[in-house]
């Protein structure tokens, strides 16, 4: 066992416990992920309130804005893969 996995205080798992013993409850990885997808849910709703009240020319500098960086990324992709 390395350094980097040996617990902090003995608080710890012993080294003999296997490490499925070390994972989380799956209820506790589902209510996260339902939790994140609310969040997620709420703040996208929220963003699209403030969007639909901005002003057109706000709107436009804001389309100029996400179209340069898409087409941004767009081509640092094409670079890595050289397509």
């Not at 798992?13 to 609310?38: C, F």
């Not at 706000?58 to 087409?71: F, G, K, N, W, Y």
Request: aromatic share 4%; hydrophobic share 35%.
């Amino acid at each position: 066992m390395t350094d980097m996995y040996k617990p902090i205080n003995d608080n710890g798992p012993s080294p003999s416990q296997s490490d499925n013993n070390n994972l989380p409850p799956a209820s506790h990885e589902a209510s996260r992920t339902l939790l994140a997808g609310v969040v997620g849910g709420i703040v996208s709703a929220a963003a699209y309130l403030i969007y639909t009240r901005l002003p057109d020319d706000q709107r436009d500098r804001l389309h100029a804005r996400a179209r340069t960086l898409i087409e941004s990324k767009v081509n640092e992709m094409r670079s890595r893969f050289n397509l």
